[in-house]
């Protein structure tokens, strides 16, 4: 079965300093990969996603198959960062129906 | 605005009572997700509708039911309410080439149970 392991609840570092949200994952098949964003209980946004290699707001995430990771990594975090991060992988869930699982999320915190 | 739109945005209500929660997915997609996020429980899986019909049931409550209407709109009932219902319910959708591009959620219903 999937599963998306967030080992952090909590991630609390300093402005300036680098940050990198852990997120595993197990699953069968070929993985897509997806991190979102909540600010202060508002909606998930979508941060970004494994296929497209981008880059958001400095943030970046690289696939590694090997150890089944999709670690959140930025070098400068900034206080604007701090928020819940959501990893979630998409699996087929029966037929051509896909769906997503999410982890519990990791709150991170910028300190000044 | 993420194209996602649910109403209403908080509610406040007894126990024991049945409430109502809307979603208008982005136009053209088909799927419509709900969830449950609670401080201790994080985000909870509850159901999806494709086109109309279930497709997928998470952990959802048998108190708890959805539909998905001709168009495209999703209710989600919740009754017989407690005070552990007390959470943020989030409506997601994604289009006709499934989470490729992942869901887009809407801004949430804030539930109050008193």
């Known amino acids: 079965a999937q599963r998306v392991t967030q080992p952090e609840k909590l991630l609390s570092v300093f402005k300036g300093a680098p940050v990198e949200l852990k997120c595993n994952y197990s699953?069968?098949?070929?993985?897509?990969l997806f991190w979102y964003v909540q600010y202060s209980r508002q909606r998930l946004q979508l941060l970004l996603r494994h296929i497209s290699r981008e880059s958001i707001k400095g943030f970046t995430a690289d696939l590694n198959k090997g150890e089944t990771s999709f670690h959140l990594k930025k070098p400068f975090a900034q206080e604007e960062d701090s928020a819940m991060y959501y990893c979630?992988?998409?699996?087929?869930?029966?037929?051509?129906?896909?769906?997503?699982?999410f982890g519990k999320g990791t709150l991170l915190t910028v300190n000044p | 605005d993420s194209g996602v739109t649910q109403t209403p945005k908080h509610l406040i209500t007894a126990t024991g009572q049945r409430v109502t929660l809307r979603c208008s997915p982005r136009s053209g997609d088909l799927s419509v997700y709900w969830y449950q996020q609670s401080l201790d429980q994080g985000l909870q899986f509850l159901i999806q509708?494709?086109?109309?019909?279930?497709?997928a049931k998470g952990n959802i409550l048998e108190r708890f039911s959805a539909q998905q209407f001709p168009d495209l709109h999703s209710e989600l009932n919740l009754s017989s309410l407690e005070l552990g219902d007390s959470a943020l319910y989030f409506c997601a959708s994604s289009g006709s080439q499934g989470t490729l591009y992942g869901y887009t959620f809407g801004s949430g219903t804030r539930l109050t149970v008193v």
């Open positions: 699953y069968s098949g070929s993985p897509e």
């Open positions: 509708y494709y086109n109309g019909e279930e497709r």
């Open positions: 979630a992988l998409a699996h087929n869930s029966g037929g051509s129906n896909y769906k997503l699982t």
